[in-house]
């Protein structure tokens, strides 16, 4: 048998300066300057809706306790001989898993974010697992199930980790092995110095480690998996998850054999037990540091592109004859949108068409399907993309432009008593669009508008929301991930503490009050133009193409799939004529 750090009776007391132990600590540099520059690289990019959605502070905590792991090990080799004996039984019982709860907790994000993300994709139908049914219950899983999603991840998290490390304490106070003046009578040993050491490195002490990996990588990681396997999402998630579980399944076991099976006692000189842990960590930091880094590079040159496409279609609409030309141009671009759309519902007929490729990336081809039938690409931002606030936003401020009396469109009128009673409706449902889709802490999920058309929005909507919502918790400026983790509890109208959560519910009380103040002078029926206008750009340079994309990619796929019928059928014909004559 092995011990954790390939210590044996033989061993001497020394650093061992082999040049495997030498590769094994260069190795673990390097990785550890890459991994730094990813890390940096999702710092910088924190604001990108692909690292925003995660939860960058929980996902940096985690790989930070699970990589504390991964580099205690890499120095294994040269310093086994000289650590403490006790020092990596500390090292697996503690820092592995906190990093790994705080890991799982972290990715489990990803089915909280789709389900609340539903709610844009089918906005008459209610979220599975409504919570609404425990606000009247009481005790402590009443309590429990009152709470937000990020309270819940915390406290589930807080106590599986104080559990294990709980027991971990005990098995190290019962133990003689680590202590041979103390504990319980006949678990010390005996021997060398080195041989008590290697005894260390191993035996029954070590079980709450063990099971711990076991409950994460084989129970919860597979059960996380299940629920998201009718997920497929553009931000790369959904892939992070498959990649982590299958990951994390053979390291226990191939630990538990490299420590017990003395057929594998051979490696030692090499290859370490814990290094199957840490082959597990690598690919974990890979998918959730690199990832990411990439989704976000691939979504600044998709974005690129974007533009690129309409700058070369506005530069050939210049060259072409006056408006005859921009109005033929509108309409095949039209054309085309209209197949995309149709193909959403149907892949039957002949619903190909390439004409205006590049006229159909363009902002007239976006606002056509917002006005026209925005549901496809609502159910696209929503399922796929996680961003369905955003179309649901121009949908509303769309809906809310039309309704607008037309006395109120004329923004150089003069307000008078009567102009101010028309306002009171309008600016009720202006107050509701930004207490539901912009104010940081209101709003489920944000949209992401700039800081000068925020504070525009807050100066005229801020105080009513405040009367109407209630007081909201402000931003501490000196903490960088504040903003990321605000995604990591949003406001929902079904959770929370029973006495917050009618205030903190949009929806529910929007039905129920009206804002009955002064109307700022600001407002006018241009109030949302530059929030509009922003979220417009960030539509189409980032989820526009993506749907174009993929659904032309289907429309050929189905194209294809007819043709291979049409072609079965026409052999089937010529094989029935062939048995008849």
Same mark, same amino acid.
């Given at each position: 048998?092995?011990?954790?750090?390939?210590?044996?009776?033989?061993?001497?007391?020394?650093?061992?300066?082999?040049?495997?132990?030498?590769?094994?600590?260069?190795?673990?540099?390097?990785?550890?300057?890459?991994?730094?520059?990813?890390?940096?690289?999702?710092?910088?990019?924190?604001?990108? /809706?692909?690292?925003?959605?995660?939860?960058?502070?929980?996902?940096?905590?985690?790989?930070?306790?699970?990589?504390?792991?991964?580099?205690?090990?890499?120095?294994?080799?040269?310093?086994?001989?000289?650590?403490?004996?006790?020092?990596?039984?500390?090292?697996?019982?503690?820092?592995?898993?906190?990093?790994?709860?705080?890991?799982?907790?972290?990715?489990?994000?990803?089915?909280?974010?789709?389900?609340?993300?539903?709610?844009?994709?089918?906005?008459?139908?209610?979220?599975?697992?409504?919570?609404?049914?425990?606000?009247?219950?009481?005790?402590?899983?009443?309590?429990?199930?009152?709470?937000?999603?990020?309270?819940?991840?915390?406290?589930?998290?807080?106590?599986?980790?104080?559990?294990?490390?709980?027991?971990?304490?005990?098995?190290?106070?019962?133990?003689?092995?680590?202590?041979?003046?103390?504990?319980?009578?006949?678990?010390?040993?005996?021997?060398?110095?080195?041989?008590?050491?290697?005894?260390?490195?191993?035996?029954?002490?070590?079980?709450?480690?063990?099971?711990?990996?076991?409950?994460?990588?084989?129970?919860?990681? /597979?059960?996380?998996?299940?629920?998201?396997?009718?997920?497929?999402?553009?931000?790369?998630?959904?892939?992070?998850?498959?990649?982590?579980?299958?990951?994390?399944?053979?390291?226990?076991?191939?630990?538990?054999?490299?420590?017990?099976?003395?057929?594998?006692?051979?490696?030692?000189?090499?290859?370490?037990?814990?290094?199957?842990?840490?082959?597990?960590?690598?690919?974990? &930091?890979?998918?959730?540091?690199?990832?990411?880094?990439?989704?976000?590079?691939?979504?600044?040159?998709?974005?690129?592109?974007?533009?690129?496409?309409?700058?070369?279609?506005?530069?050939?609409?210049?060259?072409?004859?006056?408006?005859?030309?921009?109005?033929?141009?509108?309409?095949?671009?039209?054309?085309?949108?209209?197949?995309?759309?149709?193909?959403?519902?149907?892949?039957?007929?002949?619903?190909?068409?390439?004409?205006?490729?590049?006229?159909?990336?363009?902002?007239?081809?976006?606002?056509?399907?917002?006005?026209?039938?925005?549901?496809?690409?609502?159910?696209?931002?929503?399922?796929?993309?996680?961003?369905?606030?955003?179309?649901?936003?121009?949908?509303?401020?769309?809906?809310?432009?039309?309704?607008?009396?037309?006395?109120?469109?004329?923004?150089?009128?003069?307000?008078?008593?009567?102009?101010? &009673?028309?306002?009171?409706?309008?600016?009720?449902?202006?107050?509701?669009?930004?207490? &539901?889709?912009?104010?940081?802490?209101?709003?489920?999920? /944000?949209?992401?508008?700039?800081?000068?058309?925020?504070?525009?929005?807050?100066?005229?909507?801020?105080?009513?929301?405040?009367?109407?919502?209630?007081?909201?918790?402000?931003?501490?400026?000196?903490?960088?991930?504040?903003?990321?983790?605000?995604?990591?509890?949003?406001?929902?109208?079904?959770?929370?503490?029973?006495?917050?959560?009618?205030?903190?519910?949009?929806? &529910?009380?929007?039905?129920?009050?009206?804002?009955?103040?002064?109307?700022?002078?600001?407002?006018?029926?241009?109030?949302?133009?530059?929030?509009?206008?922003?979220?417009?750009?960030?539509?189409?340079?980032?989820?526009?193409?993506?749907?174009?994309?993929?659904?032309?990619?289907?429309?050929?796929?189905?194209?294809?799939?007819?043709?291979?019928?049409?072609?079965?059928?026409?052999?089937?014909?010529?094989?029935?004529?062939?048995?008849?004559?």
């Amino acid at each position: 048998m092995g011990s954790e750090l390939g210590v044996t009776g033989d061993s001497k007391s020394q650093a061992n300066l082999s040049p495997v132990s030498v590769w094994w600590i260069c190795y673990g540099c390097i990785w550890t300057f890459f991994l730094c520059l990813g890390i940096a690289y999702m710092v910088i990019h924190r604001n990108s /809706p692909t690292i925003r959605i995660r939860g960058l502070g929980l996902m940096l905590s985690s790989i930070f306790f699970l990589h504390l792991y991964f580099w205690s090990v890499q120095f294994g080799l040269c310093m086994g001989n000289v650590m403490p004996g006790d020092a990596m039984f500390w090292f697996m019982g503690v820092w592995l898993p906190v990093g790994l709860s705080l890991f799982y907790a972290s990715n489990a994000r990803f089915l909280h974010i789709a389900r609340l993300q539903k709610k844009y994709a089918y906005p008459c139908s209610r979220l599975p697992g409504d919570s609404s049914k425990f606000r009247r219950q009481s005790g402590l899983m009443g309590r429990f199930h009152r709470l937000d999603y990020s309270s819940k991840s915390f406290l589930v998290v807080g106590v599986l980790m104080f559990v294990q490390i709980g027991l971990s304490v005990l098995m190290y106070l019962i133990s003689r092995k680590y202590h041979p003046s103390w504990g319980i009578p006949g678990t010390e040993v005996t021997g060398t110095p080195m041989e008590m050491k290697a005894e260390q490195g191993r035996g029954w002490e070590w079980w709450p480690g063990i099971v711990s990996q076991f409950v994460w990588c084989w129970i919860i990681a /597979p059960i996380t998996l299940w629920k998201a396997r009718d997920i497929h999402d553009t931000q790369g998630w959904r892939t992070q998850t498959i990649a982590c579980v299958i990951a994390g399944l053979p390291a226990t076991p191939l630990w538990l054999a490299a420590i017990y099976a003395d057929g594998m006692a051979y490696m030692q000189s090499v290859w370490l037990p814990p290094q199957w842990i840490c082959v597990s960590i690598l690919v974990i &930091e890979i998918f959730t540091i690199f990832l990411p880094c990439f989704e976000v590079w691939k979504r600044q040159s998709l974005r690129q592109d974007t533009l690129d496409a309409i700058a070369q279609w506005e530069a050939r609409n210049k060259s072409s004859s006056g408006e005859g030309g921009e109005a033929k141009s509108l309409a095949s671009g039209s054309t085309a949108v209209e197949s995309i759309l149709s193909a959403w519902k149907s892949t039957k007929g002949s619903i190909r068409s390439d004409a205006s490729g590049e006229s159909i990336l363009t902002m007239g081809a976006l606002e056509y399907v917002l006005e026209r039938n925005p549901a496809p690409l609502q159910e696209f931002s929503a399922l796929r993309e996680f961003s369905g606030e955003n179309i649901a936003f121009l949908t509303a401020v769309a809906e809310w432009k039309h309704s607008l009396p037309v006395a109120l469109r004329d923004t150089t009128a003069i307000r008078d008593d009567k102009v101010q &009673e028309l306002m009171r409706e309008p600016f009720n449902r202006a107050l509701h669009i930004y207490a &539901e889709y912009v104010s940081p802490g209101h709003a489920e999920f /944000p949209v992401n508008v700039s800081h000068q058309v925020l504070r525009k929005l807050e100066r005229i909507f801020e105080k009513p929301t405040l009367l109407l919502y209630g007081e909201r918790e402000e931003p501490e400026p000196a903490t960088p991930f504040k903003e990321t983790f605000d995604l990591d509890s949003p406001i929902t109208p079904d959770t929370g503490d029973s006495e917050k959560g009618l205030k903190n519910s949009v929806r &529910e009380i929007r039905n129920l009050v009206q804002y009955w103040g002064d109307i700022p002078e600001e407002f006018d029926a241009s109030i949302f133009d530059e929030s509009e206008g922003s979220i417009k750009y960030l539509v189409l340079t980032n989820t526009w193409p993506k749907f174009i994309k993929i659904h032309r990619s289907s429309i050929s796929s189905a194209a294809t799939l007819e043709a291979g019928v049409n072609v079965v059928g026409l052999n089937d014909e010529r094989s029935e004529k062939s048995a008849r004559t």
